[in-house]
């Protein structure tokens, strides 16, 4: 999870989380986010309440966008966030087979045009404010698997209010974890510097990886209240990641935890029991110097086999 106030372009798989304290932030921030990916000719789908799928559209009008074209073309898609919510509900509880029928097909079927999709939903809100938290888990959950599949990019949104009265911090977290990115991040900080000591991220191998634990690790540390540390945790980060990446080759989990005595634990884990060790690299050579930053940046660090594979970690910062 990290926190973020800045609006970069999605990348396919990304999931965002926004928490607003007014309609009209919502509306510049969702607006932005779909008329650049219709303007790139992507497909934008909206599911969402009456008065946002009317602000929205009035924004993407508004920045010269021709809306009833895009409409009859099929490029943006607009549904009722109500009545999909109470077509995935089965006696209160989210019914996974409806999820593949109301969201699964609209999202394949845009994605099978060969187009950037931009989707918006806020299903998930609605759930929320009905008392309907363990549902709105599992479709953030179920969001994520559906973006494992198909390529586009997920944006959702809660009421800042609702999320402060219902669920409590435990379920906020979790809400948090679920995302790549929380923008608004001014809003949340003060409930996440309160928050769990542990935070971790699942990764896929692939090059993307360092960045986004670097971010990660970011907006971590800014939100614990620890900004001072944000330099050291990029470097270890950094290099764990990119070795989990480079000889691994396997998924990977990051986590970040603040110790009872104030020190940052950064692991990664991977699937690979083969367990890395410092080498001494020659001053022409491009790589091999990894561990050698991690050992002098560290109190301590090492390397763990587990299971069957292994975790590499180091605490600093105390």
Known sequence: MSLTTDQSVPAPHDHVVQFYARDDELAENVGR??????????????????????????R???AGLDVHRAR??????????????????????????????V??????????AGRPVRAYGEIVALLWADGHVTAALELEALSNGLGLEAEFSLYCAYPLASVEGEGGVDAFHEVCRQHSAVVGAPLVLPRLQHG????????APGLRGPGLARRFVTE?????GRP?????????????????????????????????????????????PAVPRPRQATVSAGSGRGLGLVAAIASSWGADVVGGGKVVWAQFGR
């Open 196 to 203: 769990p000591l542990e935070l971790t991220r699942n990764y």
């Open 33 to 58: 986010y779909l008329s650049e990916g219709l303007e790139a000719g992507g497909t934008a789908i909206v599911i969402a309440t009456v008065g946002h799928r009317r602000a929205f559209t009035d």
């Open 103 to 112: 969201i699964g097909e609209i999202v394949r079927e845009a994605t099978a």
């Open 60 to 62: 993407l009008a508004g």
């Open 228 to 272: 001072e540390l944000v330099a050291d945790a990029v470097v270890i980060s950094s290099e764990l990641v990119t070795n989990a990446v480079l000889h691994a080759g396997t998924d990977f989990a990051l986590t970040i935890s603040r110790r009872s005595d104030g020190a940052i634990r950064v692991a990664v884990r991977d699937e690979n």
């Open 72 to 101: 009859a073309d099929g490029t943006f898609v607009l549904l009722d966030a109500a009545e999909a919510m109470a077509a995935l509900l089965v006696d209160g509880r989210l019914a996974p087979h409806r999820f593949e029928k």
């Open 220 to 224: 971590t540390l800014k939100a614990w």
